[in-house]
């Protein structure tokens, strides 16, 4: 049965992917409207604006908020609606797009990702967890951030550090150029970890707090973590050769790595992450300068799946 009609915003990214899918957003909005929906479609010149325009229109009663992009617009949308009831609607449109597989959403076929949409409004939302961040830089008057995924604070935030501070080469391939150039000064760093009031000082050039399983477009860091079992699992690669580290990569992309003797995981509800010098990414987004605190808050977001 078809639910009664309902207020949906509708925020596009028009840059996902690079410009690449652009028409994606378009797509949604009519596909929405055909269901006989009141559809409020939102765009912007950069981030920043379509975090005003987003947070301006969900000041009016709202069925629920889609977001249309990858990673960092689902981090756009979880810290708009996480506490507060609005369901977030996900049409995959980026290059990682984790987060919307992670709960089940076709990625690499927005036809079929707009269609999933559809027929999710017509269901009520699932209820899974969602990662509180305190001592983020620049939060200004919000006490904290929030994310769904994965907090990285080794080397994949490295990577997405340096690469933001390249202005050349544009595009995607400044990932590239950045991670080899964190590869060839791999080294460890030391860390400070509180897990639930537990002090643990460790080593580590990979290190991740996660509550989704995958970063990187389907790197598995955590292949047990769930959304919805109240606990964040953290990830640790201790001390390792610089060979050795890009020999774990497919067994990281596999799920494989968990048994290595390398490898160490620790779960629990609140964690507190520091270490020198290291800038926290969280869904691919800038948190700011470790020390973060993370907690866990079971139910704060609900998805349209």
């Not at 509708?10 to 006989?36: D, H, L, M, W």
């Not at 960092?72 to 597989?101: K, R």
């Not at 707009?114 to 409004?121: K, M």
Request: hydrophobic residues 45%; contains cysteine; charged residues 20%.
């Amino acid at each position: 049965m078809v639910s009664p009609a309902k207020r949906i915003v509708v925020a596009i990214n028009p840059n996902a992917s690079f410009g690449k899918t652009r028409r994606v957003g378009p797509a949604a909005v009519a596909a929405v409207k055909q269901r006989g929906h009141e559809v409020v479609p939102l765009s912007a010149p950069d981030f920043d604006g379509l975090v005003r325009v987003a947070r301006e229109a969900l000041t009016t009663p709202t069925d629920a908020l889609v977001v249309v992009g990858g990673d960092g617009m689902v981090n756009l949308g979880v810290n708009l609606v996480a506490g507060t009831g609005i369901p977030l609607g996900i049409v995959p449109a980026g290059t990682g797009n984790d987060f919307a597989a992670g709960v089940g959403i076709p990625t690499g076929d927005p036809d079929a990702a707009i269609a999933a949409l559809c027929a999710a409004l017509d269901r009520e939302p699932r209820v899974i967890d969602a990662a509180r961040v305190t001592g983020v830089e620049g939060e200004g008057d919000a006490p904290h951030r929030w994310f769904a995924g994965v907090l990285s604070a080794g080397f994949d935030a490295r990577v997405n550090e340096r690469a933001n501070g390249m202005r050349f080469p544009k595009g995607a391939s400044r990932y590239v150029f950045a991670l080899v150039a964190e590869l060839v000064t791999l080294r460890s760093r030391p860390y400070e970890l509180t897990v639930d009031g537990v002090r643990h000082e460790v080593d580590s050039c990979l290190l991740s707090v996660a509550n989704n399983t995958t970063i990187g477009g389907g790197m598995r860091v955590a292949p047990d973590a769930l959304l919805d079992d109240g606990l964040l699992d953290v990830f640790i690669v201790k001390p390792v050769s610089r060979l050795r580290f890009i020999r774990l990569f497919p067994k990281v992309f596999s799920g494989t790595h968990s048994q290595l003797e390398i490898v160490e995981f620790l779960r629990g509800r609140t964690v507190t992450v520091s270490s020198p010098g290291i800038v926290g990414y969280a869904d691919g987004e800038r948190f700011g300068p470790l020390p973060l605190t993370v907690e866990l808050v079971p139910g704060a977001l609900s998805v349209l799946v």
